[in-house]
C-alpha cells in the first residue's frame, strides 16, 4: 500500500499569514501519462471533506485562490496563503494512483 | 446541482446488520463510481471500495471484505452499504463520495454515523 505521510501534525496561524502543509508519498505518484495522482481535501469541523487541490496542482472548482498545490514524485505542498478564519479545519491529502487509495493522517489548521 | 444525500444515523448492537444508503441526484448515476470513505472518531480517513454503477461489480480495500456488501439501486440513483455481524470497532462515520477521473472526489455525501454499543 501506498503510505501518505503528513507533516506537521498541526499549525497555528496568524489571520493573514501564510501555512504550509507537506505530504509525501511512499512510491512515486507520477503516472506514465504525466499525471501526478495527489489530492487534498479540508475536513471543516462536523462536515465532509471538501475536495481543495486535485492532481497535484489543480484548483478545485469554487475553491479560493489563496490555495495552491506543489510538488515532485513523492513529495508535495499545500500552502494556503492569507489564511482566514474559514479555513479551521483538518487538511488531508490522498493518493489515486492505484488502489487501495490511501490518505494522509491529517494536519489541524488553528487560528492564532 | 449535484447531491449525494445519506441516511440517517444508527445506533445498534454488536452482531446486528446495517445498511446505508446514499441517494445521488444531478447528474447520471451510472456515469461515475461511487466510493465509501469510513470514519472513525477522531481518525482519519480510511477508504473502504468502490461500486462499479453500470455493472454493479464491487471492489473491497483488504479491511473491508468479510462483512461489508457494496449494492445498488440503479432506478433510484441510490448506493448501498450493508455492514453485517457489526462490532465496537465498525462505530464510524460512513461517507459516499462520487469519483470523478478528472478530479477525483468532487463530491461528498454528508455522513452516516454508526453507533455500535451494547
Known amino acids: 500500500d501506498i503510505v501518505m505521510t503528513q507533516a506537521p501534525l498541526s499549525v497555528s496561524v496568524t489571520p493573514g499569514e501564510s501555512a504550509s502543509i507537506s505530504c509525501r508519498s511512499s512510491?512515486?505518484?507520477?503516472?506514465?501519462?504525466?499525471?501526478?495522482?495527489v489530492y487534498w481535501y479540508l475536513q471543516k469541523p462536523g462536515k465532509s471533506p471538501q475536495l481543495l487541490i486535485y492532481?497535484?496542482?489543480n484548483l478545485a472548482s469554487g475553491v479560493p485562490d489563496r490555495f495552491s498545490g506543489s510538488g515532485s514524485e513523492t513529495d508535495f505542498t499545500l500552502k494556503i496563503s492569507r489564511v482566514e478564519a474559514e479555513d479551521v479545519g483538518i487538511y488531508y491529502c490522498?493518493?489515486?494512483?492505484?488502489?487501495?487509495?490511501?490518505f494522509g493522517s491529517g494536519t489541524k489548521l488553528e487560528i492564532k | 446541482q449535484i447531491q449525494l444525500v445519506q441516511s440517517g444515523p444508527e445506533l445498534k448492537k454488536p452482531g446486528e446488520s446495517v445498511k446505508i444508503s446514499c441517494k445521488a441526484s444531478?447528474?447520471?448515476?451510472?456515469?461515475?463510481?461511487m466510493n465509501w470513505v469510513k470514519q472513525a472518531p477522531g481518525n482519519g480517513l480510511k477508504w473502504m471500495g468502490w461500486?462499479?454503477?453500470?455493472?454493479?461489480?464491487?471492489t473491497y480495500a483488504d479491511d473491508f471484505k468479510q462483512r461489508f456488501v457494496f449494492s445498488l439501486e440503479t432506478s433510484a440513483s441510490t448506493a448501498y452499504l450493508q455492514i453485517n455481524n457489526l462490532n465496537i470497532e465498525d462505530t464510524a462515520t460512513y461517507f459516499c463520495?462520487?469519483?470523478?477521473?478528472?478530479?477525483?472526489?468532487?463530491?461528498w455525501g454528508q455522513g452516516t454515523l454508526v453507533t455500535v454499543s451494547s
Open positions: 463520495t462520487r469519483y470523478n477521473p478528472s478530479v477525483g472526489f468532487a463530491y
Open positions: 444531478g447528474y447520471t448515476f451510472t456515469d461515475y463510481a
Open positions: 461500486i462499479n454503477t453500470q455493472t454493479g461489480k464491487p
Open positions: 512510491k512515486s505518484l507520477l503516472h506514465s501519462n504525466g499525471i501526478t495522482y
Open positions: 492532481r497535484m496542482s
Open positions: 490522498g493518493q489515486l494512483l492505484e488502489n487501495p487509495l490511501t
